[in-house]
């Protein structure tokens, strides 16, 4: 079993749907990542959450500490937000343990 | 600055070919980090350092590979004897010593190896 287990693997929505993408770790941690990754490779730090909720433009992604779990929103989606959505912990260490990433396509 | 950057940013070779790629991180971070990612995986880690100090390398870092960050400024990977598996795409990140867990990705150099 992974230690970051993302869901879904794929998710297709139309433009203005409201999107949800979860993420569990089994492993203690110091911080979670939510990042985006474009075709073409480059990836974009979106957020870095240790607990709570943030919130940026249209995004919001928020953490529970005891269940191990994380959720990253997407309100009123476009076709720009197609990308792959990857979530990614510091373990103790402060490793960098990844997801396999949530492949997203918007429809206009 | 404009963030990390690697170059080049794709590379086709052939296999038993050697390649080296550069990563050029965020001129204030100390720290820095490449990892590689296959096809519908997430992004594995590889290696960091430490200022020029290499402090980790991964199982996955065959002998094969090597890298360097001689001024602890840029940093190379380099892949002697290229083979098909070697695909990926290979990521370099950087970070503050003391917000370590802050990273800064650079666009990646995608490798693909015939």
């Known amino acids: 079993k992974n230690e970051v287990e993302q869901s879904p693997q794929n998710l297709t929505a139309q433009e203005g749907e409201f999107i949800t993408i979860n993420c569990s770790y089994s492993v203690g941690i110091s911080a979670l990542h939510w990042l985006q990754q474009h075709p073409g490779g480059g990836i974009v730090s979106l957020f870095m959450?240790?607990?709570g909720k943030k919130k940026h433009g249209r995004l919001i992604a928020t953490i529970n500490i005891q269940e191990k779990h994380s959720s990253l929103h997407i309100t009123a989606s476009h076709p720009r937000d197609s990308a792959v959505y990857i979530c990614?912990?510091?373990?103790?260490?402060?490793?960098?343990?990844f997801g396999k990433g949530t492949r997203l396509h918007i429809l206009p | 600055d404009t963030g990390v950057s690697q170059d080049p940013r794709h590379k086709i070779t052939k296999r038993g070919q050697n390649v080296t790629f550069r990563c050029d991180p965020i001129s204030e971070h100390n720290r820095l980090y490449w990892y590689r990612q296959t096809l519908g995986q997430g992004p594995e880690f590889l290696t960091y350092f430490q200022n020029e100090a290499q402090l980790e390398k991964s199982r996955l870092l065959s002998d094969r590979f090597s890298a360097e960050r001689p001024k602890g400024s840029f940093s190379t990977l380099e892949i002697q004897r290229t083979e098909q598996g070697d695909s990926a795409m290979y990521l370099c990140?950087?970070?503050?010593?003391?917000?370590?867990?802050?990273?800064?990705f650079g666009p990646g150099t995608r490798l693909t190896v015939l």
């Open positions: 990140a950087s970070s503050l010593e003391w917000v370590k867990n802050e990273q800064f």
């Open positions: 959450l240790s607990s």
């Open positions: 990614a912990v510091a373990n103790r260490d402060d490793k960098i343990i």
